[in-house]
């Protein structure tokens, strides 16, 4: 266990100082978890009290060590813009890439930064529909996605590649999620449909709508058997939920958000892949100094004068993680308080885990009393009773695949403990006993 400290600023003349301001330094402290945690290193976020939070897994959250080395590097680019953009911003990004590198298992020439897991998306699907523009895979050859693409990275593949002339193809991936083996035969089965080849397949590593942990390898490999040219795993919420060693894997490209569970500030998230791939296949959608020619990670890194410092400031957000023993010890301790709250939570409730335990990381679905609906008009008038008579900040439940019942995702981080989950459970008990929520909205 560590804390950090910030280190000094350099203070030499002419040169800008935002190299210094993302460096810290550590010293022994005690671990806090929990709402201690949430007091010490959350402060800008309501109190327990005011607000209990079990939706990390929608948009993160970055402590105040990352805010304010983003503030710090956002002075030091103000102060001295000129001399900050020409040698302080190439020195920081190569700092950020090695720094999300060394988290996912990646050389840093093979990680390109990118505000978001949706725009990492809409980068690969661009850069493939030229494939099809150009004649290199004809009209009508295919795309492999499924029902719990996230809605971004679907939209993406529709206006780039099927405007461009692919089919898209869906699995049906149904709430609750099956098991490991009847995931990977529903996937063989449709890699077997007859037809034009399937080009490209997209897969979500954790799916964001039913938390479900897909067996992407076991995938991959199934794709590669029936000849699948390109894999892009959609990872939005997987680093810092799950051990990654991208440059071993089989995949092509795959992009991560960093501000979800890495603690880094929103609009921070990478693109990675290897050559030749990132020179000869990728481009950005937005041309600028680089392009083209230059690959995909120097493309990348500068459009234009911006607020680059959720970037700058990732070597804080990965060193954050320390405070805690690192990223291995946070998932460890996060994934039991979320197995455990989900195994609490079925009994109090007389319902189901939406998956089997295997295939959950920090995130995990739990059946709700049938009693409470099983529309997205019931999930969205539940969702706001949560809030407004309980305060507490849930994702919203989703349908079950077969109508009967709404499940609800649950996420566990370094803030949360298990009174949360507590607290989430008596109020689900108080919803059932009061009726439908509906009059009292």
Not at 273 to 288: F, G, K, N
Not at 290 to 299: Q, Y
Not at 363 to 378: E, F, H, N, Q, R
């Amino acid at each position: 266990p560590v804390d950090v400290i910030e280190a000094k600023h350099s203070g030499k003349p002419g040169k800008g100082r935002g190299i210094m301001s993302g460096q810290t330094a550590l010293r022994e402290a005690p671990v806090l978890w929990g709402h201690d945690a949430l007091r010490a290193y959350f402060s800008h976020h309501k109190r327990p009290d005011e607000l209990c939070r079990i939706n990390h897994g929608s948009y993160g959250a970055a402590p105040v060590d990352v805010i304010e080395a983003a503030a710090a590097h956002r002075r030091d680019y103000l102060n001295n813009p000129d001399v900050f953009f020409e040698e302080d911003h190439v020195a920081l990004l190569k700092a950020a890439r090695a720094a999300v590198g060394s988290l996912v298992g990646a050389d840093m020439n093979n990680v390109a930064l990118v505000d978001n897991a949706t725009t990492g998306a809409a980068c690969v699907a661009q850069s493939l529909a030229r494939k099809w523009v150009s004649g290199e895979w004809a009209k009508g050859d295919r795309v492999l996605l499924s029902s719990t693409t996230y809605d971004s990275t679907d939209h993406s593949f529709r206006a780039y590649c099927q405007t461009a002339g692919a089919e898209l193809v869906t699995v049906a991936l149904p709430l609750p999620t099956p098991k490991e083996a009847d995931v990977l035969e529903l996937y063989r089965r449709a890699l077997a449909t007859p037809g034009p080849p399937f080009r490209v397949i997209v897969l979500d590593h954790i799916v964001s709508t039913t938390a479900a942990l897909l067996p992407v390898e076991k995938i991959t490999m199934l794709a590669r058997a029936a000849g699948v040219n390109f894999v892009f795993i959609d990872g939005a919420h997987a680093p810092g939920q799950l051990p990654l060693a991208l440059d071993k894997s089989d995949f092509d490209a795959y992009t991560g958000n960093m501000h979800k569970w890495a603690f880094a500030s929103p609009g921070a998230a990478f693109l990675w892949a290897r050559e030749p791939t990132l020179r000869a296949v990728l481009s950005h959608p937005i041309p600028s100094h680089d392009w083209p020619g230059c690959g995909f990670v120097a493309e990348s890194s500068f459009l234009g004068t911006r607020d680059y410092s959720s970037w700058w400031g990732l070597p804080t957000a990965l060193t954050f993680a320390q405070r805690f023993g690192g990223h291995g010890a946070i998932r460890a301790r996060n994934r039991k308080l979320v197995l455990d709250a989900a195994t609490m939570l079925s009994t109090a409730w007389g319902t189901e885990i939406g998956q089997a335990k295997d295939m959950a990381a920090c995130m995990i679905m739990v059946a709700l009393p049938a009693t409470l609906g099983s529309t997205a008009a019931d999930a969205a008038r539940l969702r706001a009773s949560l809030l407004a008579h309980h305060k507490i900040q849930v994702q919203y439940p989703q349908p079950a695949t077969d109508g009967s019942r709404l499940y609800l995702r649950l996420s566990a981080t370094v803030y949360n403990e298990m009174v949360d989950y507590e607290r989430l459970r008596d109020a689900v008990l108080s919803e059932v006993g009061r009726g439908p929520t509906v009059a009292r909205l």
